[in-house]
Every structure is written in structure tokens, then in C-alpha cells.
């Protein structure tokens, strides 16, 4: 099959005697077609199902709980157990939470449940208001946020199971990414890295059709043509998404055109905005007669939300103080029982660049700091980082304290006294601080965190730019929702043992 596409310097004279650009043919690029992405449709049915099940099952469950023997009180309570399954049922295709791009990825799909939820209870509250109807109460106030939770843990419970097949490598959406030859290379690392997200890159085209040093791939993945073959190859390839990024000769005109190509084809067209790590509550968008202009909001380092996230933190630290005494009176006494210190204390560079001292229980020999200069040779961190896989000064009550991260508990003190936070960047010691350049000195703009996205990202197994890049995007896209996201994915790391050492 031939396809029409203009090739640049070939012109031929019109009857008024203007040259114009005349089509080639030329065949399309012979590239193995992009595996089935039926999964989509079968994703979304399983929620809906899900869904389904658990709302009428608790809705079940809580009319039989509730009733009573007497007969107008469980026929107010039914009827409003019905009412609220179905409004319940009607506000999630309408919040927009069965929406198959939304499913599976980010915090948007809990969202969107919430909102039905939420939308459910006010509807049910004011239909109970205006009749008079007293049993609506408890269906309100505890019965629909509870099915909500649990139709949320059936989505989490969904997420995993894909999760799962992605790991595997199904479940995925074939890729065409367009760009320079680094814009290609960087999305495809972030892709494999990333591969719960869903994306799988299967071909790219850049400017010159070709990858590095005239070669034909990019990480391993085939360049099949240039910018003007972008349409061409979808339309024979039906990928299910084209990700266009930085390149040379690719303007809005071009971009605007592609859009116009794809129309009519299940494909999504994804554009890098050229803001690298910015997004979620800065990014606005603002039409400006018809030009939509995307506004960046300044990050928020103060204000109320930091306030409340002070205060979180503070009685957060303290219970889990409190919940965890025992767990701490036996580590201290199995710590103690190798000799030396149960503590260790280690200077830190906290926000705005103060020093703190960073409590953790002991986990190397007493003289480990002496030691080091000895084992520098045989350094495996990243970047101005010292870290060992298998580091000798590391005791064996401390290796094991180390595999689940017991051993930074004690960093809820520092959390106590305002020092640090639950969640922020990792905290540097100071020879770090002095090789960092202006941007990785963002970082020392919000205190340092017990975890991060360092954390929930393989921590020691990063490398040093993944590490600043991760840290910087914390601090750029800060959100209570986000602090959450990640508590919650730290439970996973440290259960794992992923890159503890």
C-alpha cells in the first residue's frame, strides 16, 4: 500500500507560473504491525463489573444489617438503600470514572470516583431533607462513604491485577514517539522505567529519519521515518498513541495538521509540553482569542496547605511514636547488645540550608565513619552519594534493620521537632550540598522527608540525575494528594526491600 506525503525541494510550474510543492509516493515504512490493544475495552468492563458488584453487595449487606422488624421503618430503609445504589450507579458514568483513558493510571480515577460519591450523598441528602425522611441519614453520613471505600479498594485491587499483566508486558498501549533523536531516547528509558503507566514504544520517527550516527534504532527501538511519515504510519499501523516531543522543524502548524491526519482513528496524540517535571496544580490553561495558553502557577512553599502539612506531620510522628514504643524498646535492646550506641547522629543540610542533626537506630560498627576513606575505591553510589551493596562496616542486626528501613525510625523525632517531614526530598549531608549546582539546590527549598519519590522509586538503584530529577519534581509539584500517593507507595518499597542497602 503506497501513501501520499511531500517531499521538500520537489516543485512543478502552475498555469499562473508559480512553483508548488508536488506529493511523492513513496511505500510505507515495513514495520511490524503493533500487537492487538483490545485490553482497553476489557479493562473498562471489568471496573464497570467491579463496580457494580460491590456496590449492590454492600448495599445488600447494609439493608439486611439495618433491619429491624418493624415494617415502615425497613421499607423507608430499603427504599433508601435502592435509591442510593442507584444514584450511586448513575453518578459514576456521569463523574466520568468509567472513562478507559482514566483507568489504571494517576490519582484522576479516584478522583472522579470520589466525586460520584460525594455527588451520590448530597443528592440522597437533599431527597431525604425535602420528604422527611430520617433513615436517609445513616445512608449519608456512613453507609455511602463506606461502599465508596470499598468500590475504591476494588479499583485498587483492579490497578494491581493490571499492574501485574503490564509487568509481564501486556496490557500495554503500542507507542509511536516523534523527536529528536534525545527527546526519543529520554521517553523511551521513561517508558521502560515507568511500565506500570502502560506504554510500550514500539517505532519512532525524528527529522532526519535515522537514530544516532545514521543507525536505525534508538534504545533499541526501530526508527521507521521521518516527520512527514508520522500520518502515513499510523493510519497503516493504527498505533494506539503518537507521543510528540522536542524536534527541529516541528511547529504548531504541523502539530496542528497531525491532529487534523488522526482524526477518525482510535489514536491519542500526546504532546511533551517542554516543561520538563511541572504539572499537576501549576499548570493552567488560558484561551487568549481562541489561543490556548498554558499558565505556570508559582510552586507553593508556603501558605495554609503548608501549614496544615506542619501539622499533619507533627501528630502523625507523635502516634506513630506512640504505636511504635515497642517496636523501638526492642530494637534499642537488640542494637545495644552488639556494643556501642543505639543511635546514630548524623549532620544534615534541612531547608534553606540549616543544619540539623538526623537521628537513626545504629546500624555499622562504631567506627564505620573511620573506615570509609578505606572503602572509597569500592564506592557504588551515584554522584557525590557513598553507598555499598555489601558494605563490611554494616553489623548483622543492622543489615537486617536496613532491609525494611527500621532503622530510620527514629527520624520521626526529627519530624517531631519540625526538622524534617514525612515526605520531601532526601535529606543531603553537607559535602553533597557543596557539589550541587543552582538547580539541584531547589531541593533545600522545603524541609527533607522520612520518604520521597526517591524512595518509592528504587532509592539506592537510582542514579544520581534520577535521584535530583525526582527530588525536584516533589518540590515543583508539591499537593497534599501527592504526600498521600507516596506514604501509601512507601508501604510497597520498604515491604519489598526495593534498593535498601
Not at 516531543?245 to 504532546?271: C, I, K, Q, S
Request: net charge positive; charged share 20%; with cysteine.
Amino acid at each position: 500500500m503506497d501513501f501520499v506525503s511531500k517531499q521538500p525541494g520537489v516543485a512543478e510550474p502552475t498555469s499562473e507560473g508559480t512553483a508548488v510543492e508536488v506529493p511523492v509516493q513513496r511505500p510505507a515504512p515495513d514495520i511490524q504491525p503493533p500487537r492487538a490493544d483490545g485490553w482497553r475495552p476489557k479493562l473498562r468492563r471489568v471496573v464497570i463489573l467491579t463496580d457494580s458488584s460491590i456496590v449492590l453487595a454492600g448495599t445488600g449487606l447494609a439493608v439486611l444489617l439495618g433491619w429491624t422488624g418493624a415494617e415502615a421503618a425497613d421499607r423507608a430503609h430499603l427504599v433508601s438503600g435502592l435509591l442510593a445504589a442507584a444514584l450511586l450507579l448513575i453518578a459514576l458514568p456521569v463523574a466520568r470514572a468509567w472513562d478507559p483513558r482514566m483507568l489504571g493510571v494517576g490519582t484522576a480515577e479516584f478522583k472522579r470516583l470520589g466525586h460520584a460519591v460525594v455527588a451520590t450523598s448530597v443528592i440522597l441528602a437533599l431527597g431525604g431533607l425535602t420528604l422527611l425522611v430520617a433513615s436517609v441519614r445513616i445512608w449519608v453520613f456512613l453507609l455511602v462513604p463506606v461502599i465508596g471505600l470499598a468500590v475504591g479498594f476494588g479499583r485498587f485491587a483492579v490497578r494491581k491485577w493490571l499492574h501485574r499483566l503490564r509487568g509481564s508486558g501486556r496490557a500495554m498501549a503500542s507507542v509511536l514517539v516523534v523527536g529528536d533523536e534525545a527527546a526519543v531516547a529520554d521517553m523511551v528509558r521513561r517508558t521502560r522505567r515507568d511500565v506500570h503507566f502502560g506504554w510500550r514504544i514500539d517505532a519512532a520517527c525524528t527529522p532526519s529519519g535515522r537514530g544516532p550516527a545514521g543507525g536505525s534504532h534508538i534504545e533499541g527501538v526501530p526508527v521507521v521515518g521521518d516527520l512527514d511519515s508520522v500520518a502515513p504510519i499510523v493510519h497503516a499501523k493504527r498505533f494506539a498513541v503518537v507521543s510528540v516531543g522536542r524536534a527541529a522543524g516541528w511547529g504548531p502548524g504541523r502539530l496542528h495538521r497531525l491532529a487534523w491526519e488522526l482524526e477518525g482513528t482510535d489514536t491519542e496524540l500526546a504532546v511533551d509540553p517542554g516543561l520538563m517535571e511541572v504539572a499537576g496544580p501549576r499548570m493552567h490553561i488560558s484561551p487568549v482569542d481562541g489561543l490556548p495558553l498554558l499558565r505556570l502557577s508559582k510552586p507553593r512553599f508556603t501558605g495554609a496547605a503548608r501549614v496544615l502539612k506542619t501539622v499533619l506531620d507533627r501528630s502523625a510522628a507523635a502516634l506513630l511514636l506512640l504505636l511504635a514504643a515497642p517496636v523501638f524498646l526492642a530494637v534499642a535492646i537488640a542494637v545495644k547488645s552488639d556494643g556501642g550506641p543505639v543511635f546514630f547522629r548524623q549532620e544534615r543540610v534541612g531547608a534553606q540550608g540549616r543544619m540539623f542533626h538526623m537521628v537513626k537506630f545504629r546500624s555499622m560498627v562504631v567506627d564505620a565513619e573511620a573506615r570509609r576513606a578505606a572503602l572509597q575505591a569500592a564506592n557504588e553510589g551515584a554522584g557525590p552519594l557513598f553507598k555499598l551493596a555489601r558494605d563490611p562496616r554494616v553489623t548483622r542486626i543492622g543489615a537486617l534493620l536496613r532491609r525494611y528501613s527500621i532503622d530510620e525510625l527514629p527520624q520521626l523525632l526529627n519530624v517531631l521537632n519540625g526538622t524534617m517531614s514525612l515526605v520531601g526530598p532526601r535529606p543531603p549531608l553537607p559535602a553533597e550540598v557543596e557539589t550541587y549546582e543552582d538547580m539541584a539546590r531547589r531541593k533545600l527549598l522545603v524541609r527533607p522527608g522520612m520518604t520521597g519519590l526517591w524512595q518509592v522509586s528504587g532509592r539506592s538503584n537510582l542514579s544520581w540525575e534520577e535521584s535530583v530529577r525526582l527530588d525536584l519534581r516533589y518540590v515543583e509539584n508539591w499537593s497534599m494528594a501527592m504526600d498521600l500517593t507516596i506514604m501509601w507507595k512507601t508501604l510497597g518499597a520498604v515491604l519489598a526491600s526495593r534498593g535498601a542497602y
